[in-house]
């Protein structure tokens, strides 16, 4: 780590302003990066299974220790949640300082040598979504979002598309790892099949919403955890995306932390494919 918590130049967090963090979490999200590649070059991962389905490596949990370490010496007392290490969800409710990190998105493409993998890695305070940084090792993309200020790719200002009617657009999913919660989604992929471009599923939710945010793809929709989306969403929304839930969430959650039926899109087929998506659960569409 580069520096010393206890030096006279480190500077308190309570003092930090959003973009002091800002550029620390983008020093943190490039120690992982490089944490990442460097495990793919060795290639000596070691594979193991979460509740029985749930592929993890050893690569995992070095880069979730790596950034805990830096966000320790960096914002020492702030409190986490974190898919590896703490993954308490409790933790959501919380007001306060709140770090979200996501040390890989895409761990099966990580694991089968694919390139669609990021570090996510988010600043909550009081439930709203502050700063969120998704940086992407293998395909050289940073992607990052201030809240109120606008969202960049390495650098430059981002925009999600706008004008595409439902028909052109091409709409990102992804799929729970238990194999029994799959048959459910199968109406949604039916409907957006039928009714949108064609569907995606590039295996990290960070990497959905980023590519939202910059009008690679359409629209994205899924029910994933906080360490998933929390970066994402801000940068798709500083983008000017709509993004919101298919149902309400429930009283007293923080919206930018509620990860179930999310939806994502430009903002002009927003309401549309919320209904369609809507009526393919409750299989009004069966027929069609
Ligand atoms: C997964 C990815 C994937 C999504 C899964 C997530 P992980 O995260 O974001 O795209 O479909 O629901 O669990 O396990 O690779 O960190
Ligand atoms: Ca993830
Ligand atoms: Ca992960």
Known sequence: MSSDPHSPEAMSPQHMSLQQRLDKTLEIAAAAGRMILEAREADNLEHHYKDGQEL?????????????????????????????????????????????????????????????????????????????????????????????????????????????????????????????????????????????????????AALDLCDVACGRLDAYYETVSPWDFAAGLLIAREAGASTGHLYPCPEGLPKDLYGENLLVSHADIFDELGDLLRDADAGKLDNQ
Not at 123 to 130: E, L, P, R, S, W
Not at 147 to 163: C, D, F, L, T, V
Not at 170 to 195: C, E, I
């Open 56 to 204: 993890v490596t050893t690569t995992d949990v070095a880069v979730d220790t790596l950034i805990r370490e830096y966000l320790e010496q960096h914002f020492p007392g702030e409190e986490r949640l974190s898919e590896e290490l703490a993954p308490d969800r409790d933790a959501v409710e919380q007001d306060g300082a709140l770090w979200v990190v996501d040390p890989i998105d895409g761990t099966v493409n990580f694991a089968h040598g694919l390139r669609h993998v990021a570090v996510s890695i988010a600043y909550v305070k009081d439930g709203v979504t502050q700063l969120g940084v998704v940086h992407a090792p293998f395909l050289n993309e940073t992607f990052t979002a201030l809240r109120g200020a606008g969202a960049w790719r390495n650098g430059n200002p981002i925009k999600a598309s706008a004008g595409k009617p439902l028909e052109h657009s091409l709409v990102a999913t992804g799929f729970p790892y238990r194999r029994d919660s799959r048959p459910p989604l199968m109406r949604r992929l039916q409907a957006v099949l039928t009714h949108c471009r064609d569907v995606r599923r590039n295996g990290s």
